[in-house]
Each structure stands twice: as C-alpha cells, then as structure tokens.
C-alpha cells in the first residue's frame, strides 16, 4: 500500500467581514418586535414595574418585590407542609388561573390555603431569583419525548404585542407540549374565585397553575430542573409549558431582532428570559432553546467559541451523530449507489473524498465492488481531512484499517492521505492524476463545500480544480437549509426552524448516549450559525437550488441518481428504527431525506457538462 501525506499551508485568510444591522421582517426598523419591546419596557419602567418580571406578564411594583418574594415563600412552605387531606380548598382537578397582578393573586391563594401564622421572612430565598438566572447546561439532561416540532414563522406579521395571550392556533407556530417538571395525570379544569377576581379587573388570565396531587402514586419520577431524578415527592405548582413553549420562542425571535438592532441592554434581558422559559419544556424544545440561547448570549457578550474543535472529539461526535439518525447513513449511501454506476466496466477506479473523517463511507462501497461480476478493479482512494491539533496522524489510521479490509475482500487497495487546512488549499497537480482511459475517477463531498463559503472565490477555485481531475462523476451531500443570507435575523429564523426539526427526529433514538453525544454535535453548528461571523462563520448552508446554480455556472451539468436508488434508499430507512418520520423525496434527479416532510439533507450527482454533449 502506498501512502503520503501533505501539509498544505493555507493561503491568507482575508479581512473579517463585519456583520451589519438590518432590519429583517416586518415593515421596517421603527416598526419591529424589537422597537415595541423598548417602549413597553420603557412604559413599565415609568410606571415603577420590574421590567423582568413585565416581560412575563406579571405586574409587580418595584417596591412590592420584597413582599411578593415573602408571599411566594410562604405559599411554598405552606404546600409543603399540608398533608394530602388538607388541602380541601385545591382539589386535584381544579386549575387556578393567574392573573398578571401576582401580589393579589398570592393572597388570594394563601388566604384559601388558611396559611400558619408563624412565618419567618428571615433566610427565605425570592423565587423571582430564578428569573434572572443564566443559561445552564442542566438543560440538557435526559427529558421525555416529544411530539413534532413545527416552527413556521412569518417575518411580515408583527404582533402588537410579544407576548399577547392567545391559544396555539392565533399564531403561526406550535410549541412541543410539555410536562414541566412533574408528570401529572389529566385532570379536570375548573374556574375558582381567583379567576372572577382577575375578570372584574379587566386582567386577562396569563398562565395556569396546576396543583400536583401529594400522593407518590400521582407523581410520576419527579426530575429537579437540573434533570436528576429526586426522591421527594411533596407537591408543586406546575407552569403551563405550552403557554410557556409559544412565549418562548417570541423572546427567541425578539431577542435575535434586538441583536440584529444592536440593542444589546434588551437583548441580555430576553436572553436570561429564555432560559427561565426553557425550563417549563421537555423534550427537543428544551435542548433546541437552551443551544440557541447560548449562541446568542456568546454573540451579545462576544464569547466567541473557540475553533476548530480537537479532532479525536470532532471525530467522537461524528461518530454519534452517523450512529443515531440515518442522515450520514443515506449521504453516503446514496453517493456510493452513484460511484457504483458511473464505474460499471472500469479496471481501475479513482475516489477522491474531501470528507474524509473516519472513511466510513468506503467500506461498504469496496464491498460492492469486491462482488461485481467478472472481479473487482483495482481500487484507489485518496483522502483529504484537517490536520490534528495532537499531532497525530489520523488519516494513516483510516488508511491501514481500510487496506486490511481489502485484503480480507481480495481488493487490490491503494491509498494516499492528505491533510489540508481547506479544500482550497488543494491543486490537481498533488494528486497524482492518470489518464482517463487508465484509471475513472470519481469525486465525493459529504458536507464540506458549505464551509468554503466563507472565503470569497473559494468554491469557483476548487469546482476549478475538480474540472481538471476530469471525473466520470461528482456526488455532493449538503443540508437542505440556508443559513448564508446576508440579515441575521432571516439566518436565525431559517435556522431555529431548521435545527428544531433536527433535534426532534433524534428523540427517538434508541441509545441515550449516542443521542446525548449527536446533540452536541448539532449544538455546535447551531453555535457557529448563531454566534460567529466573518471567516469563523463556517457553516454556511444553502439550498439545493443554490448548489445547482454554483455548479451550473462552473461547467457541471446534473445527473439522475435514478429510480434504483430511490428504492433502495426507502429501504435502507425502513431498515432503521422502522423508518417512521423520516421519507425520501425525488427532485428533478436529487434525493432529499427529511423528517415529517421537512427536506434535511440533499445528495445531487453531477458531471460534466462537455463529457455529457459527447
């Protein structure tokens, strides 16, 4: 087996290019979400209200928060000290409806709750605290399963106010139903007087306020907010998280726009609401908040994330990722299908793979080729990866596991690794190119052009490059998202759309870690999408259409994956978890893999164009 490495140096990266405001949605700039947040909070400010406590519907005096702060103490202590039949006055099926007005509210409740007349103010700690609190990584601990993620927004639709109270159907979005901290049997709502008493104030009810049932047969494996299971069992008011499911992506899109607008005071508010927010949610809604709150709250205190990730952890979450959902299974499914055609009666075979990771696309591919009849041809692989921040050499690795492969599959296996800062950095005269009546070759790119976008000139320079390695075909796998506009804020709706989808087709993973691990994976590029510009922004992903339009205008002309693949590609999801949720869509000649009819990724084949004409 031969095998060489090459250290390419990168060409100079240019300046950063700086990010500018613009005003994305709506009507204009005066008349955007953001704009009404500043006015409300300014009107609330004058008025002597807490302007975090306002943001969440709840009027409190500046100077009543000591007292609200008792008051939420004391009925904190009180329902934990009642026992089950004492409680005459909140059976289990009544639903307390909260009124905006917290303080009246609080009476109301402690006075029904006939409250202990000793009560030590001294050492109680305000719950309202925990309205201020960061973002925390405990979000991301185990949490139920949801139900499908939709996020469908409308830029041109500005509601008079955020977070004016409305069923699911006002809006054009759904949240994931939650169970909040607790779960819960159903149970049956009723009004109680606190509810008259909000009507006659002309107060429209805002959340409601479950009361669980104290008995551990109600309770179902309670989960502290930081997702560790708990042995008590004592009752606890639940926050409707659906309500809290529609307020939170509001603050997700208010904040993004205050950002956009560079009006960082607002946007650090909305951002500490957000992960007060996530905590009412389970499931992929929790994750997918808690990931997008962190990106902003890097990119509004310039916490840049560091790059690139170390590669035995990059290669870790990989791995994951392509062991919990079908995505990269069906990438590289659907590219080998295409290289398997377009070598049919070759000798000799040529791949040259830009992504070339852990090379878990090829073995299934030598395979192939070993049982083709009349024998295999001989086999050439050439792969390209970063360089390793160990010093390691990682590709040599892939290469020696590979070559035993073809030894044990009776394939004549050559192999050359080259490791490159950017698939820029590449020329066609390193790779030791050989006639095309000697040897075919074919070039494969598994989520790897996008990143090339952030370097201006970079993929007309490689699509160049490609063009003299003369291939018999190109296969190409990128996400079917666009998250390369030029406003943020369409980026960051594109993208919050984008990923929710993502994160609610892992729920159904099989294994915790994998899905934990795959997470994280997505985690990062959310943080990249979100937080970073300029060269740092890598992860630039665009549409298929967009895609045909690069190649189009550098010579390549489409080819049909064709119908075989199609089926065989089907297949391959039913094999995986029984394929529910996940289909494949044929467009004009490509194969999309989506969840729930939502396209994710996107495997085109291209040649070209004058090898076509002839």
Known sequence: MKRGRYHLQPNPDPSTIGSSSVCGGGSGCTNGKAKMWEDEAAAQQDCGMDELLAVLGYKVKTSDMAEVAQKLAQLEEVMCNVQDDGISQLASETVHYNPSDLSTWLESMLSELNPPSAFDPVGTTPLAAAAAATLDDSFLGPAESSTLTTLDFDNNNNQKRIFAEASCSDYDLKAIPGKAIYSQRPQTQTHDSSSSSSTQNNVKPDKRLKPA??????ILAPVSAYGIPTESSRPVVLVDSQENGIRLVHALMACAEAVQQNNLNLAEALVKQIGFLAISQTGAMRKVATYFAEALARRIYRLYPQNPLDHSLSDALHMHFYETCPYLKFAHFTANQAILEAFEGKKRVHVIDFSMNQGMQWPALMQALALRVGGPPAFRLTGIGPPSHDNSDHLQEVGWKLAQLAETIH??????????NSLADLDASMLDLRPSDVEAVAVNSVFELHKLLARPGAVEKVLSVVKQMNPEIVTIVEQEANHNGPVFLDR??????????LFDSLEGSVSSQDKVMAEVYLGKQICNVVACEGVDRVERHETLTQWRNHLG?????PVHLGSNAFKQASMLLALFAGGDGYGVEENNGCLMLGWHNRPIIATSAWKLANKIMS
């Open 492 to 501: 960051f709706t594109e993208s919050l759309h984008y990923y929710s989808t």
């Open 553 to 557: 205008s550098a010579g390549f002309a």
């Open 411 to 420: 394939v004549e296996f050559e192999y050359r690794g080259f490791v490159a």
């Open 213 to 218: 049932s104290g008995s551990n047969s109600d």
